[in-house]
C-alpha cells in the first residue's frame, strides 16, 4: 500500500515508529513532516498528507498529532478525505469497513504506548470498506462537500 504519513511536534516520536513499522511490512511510506520536534501547526501538515490522498485515490493517510483531534478536523476539510481518529481497534475497523476511511488520525498523548498505536494502524490498514448500505451513506457525506453545508 502507498500511505502518507504526516505529524505535528506532539505525534513526532509516533510517527517515526509507525512508519518504521509499515515499511517493514513492506508498505511505501511517504513522510510529509514534521522533520524535528520544533513546534509546527497541524493543520499544515493535514493539508499535505491530504492533498496527496486526493491525489492518489488508492492510498491511505495517517496523522499523528497530541490528541488525533485536531488532525481529523483539518483532514476533514479537504475535498475528498474521511478522516477517523481512533483510539482503539475497533474504531480503526468500523472506519474502515464502515465508513471507508481514507485517513487515519492518532494521538501520541492519548494512547499508552506505542504498541497500540501500531495495532490500530495495522487494523485499519487489514480491513476493507464493506460497501453495500455503507456506500449509500458515504455517498451522502462526500455529497455534503459539494452542497458546501
Ligand atoms: C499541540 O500542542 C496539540 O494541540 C496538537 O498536537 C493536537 O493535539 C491538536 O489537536
Known amino acids: ?7 505535528d511536534h ?5 510517527k517515526g515508529v509507525l512508519k518504521d513499522h509499515m515499511e517493514a511490512q513492506s508498505h511505501e511510506v511517504i513522510d510529509l ?3 524535528s520536534e520544533d513546534s509546527v501547526d497541524y493543520p499544515d501538515i493535514a493539508r499535505e498528507v491530504a492533498e496527496k490522498v486526493y491525489e492518489n485515490h488508492a492510498s491511505f493517510g495517517i496523522l499523528v498529532c497530541g490528541t488525533g ?11 475528498g478525505i474521511r478522516a477517523a481518529s481512533c483510539t482503539s481497534e475497533i474504531m480503526a475497523q468500523y472506519a474502515r469497513t464502515h ?3 481514507n485517513v487515519l488520525c492518532i494521538g501520541e498523548r492519548i494512547l499508552e504506548n506505542e504498541e497500540d498505536a501500531k495495532k490500530i494502524v495495522d487494523v485499519f490498514l487489514g480491513s476493507e470498506f464493506e460497501g453495500g448500505r455503507h456506500q449509500d451513506r458515504v455517498d451522502k457525506m462526500m455529497a455534503m462537500e459539494k452542497e458546501g453545508r
Open 69 to 79: 483531534t485536531g488532525m481529523s478536523i483539518a483532514a476533514n476539510k479537504h475535498i
Open 10 to 14: 506532539a505525534g513526532y516520536n509516533f
Open 33 to 35: 513532516g514534521a522533520f
Open 99 to 101: 465508513n471507508n476511511a
Open 1 to 7: 500500500m502507498l500511505i502518507y504519513i504526516g505529524s
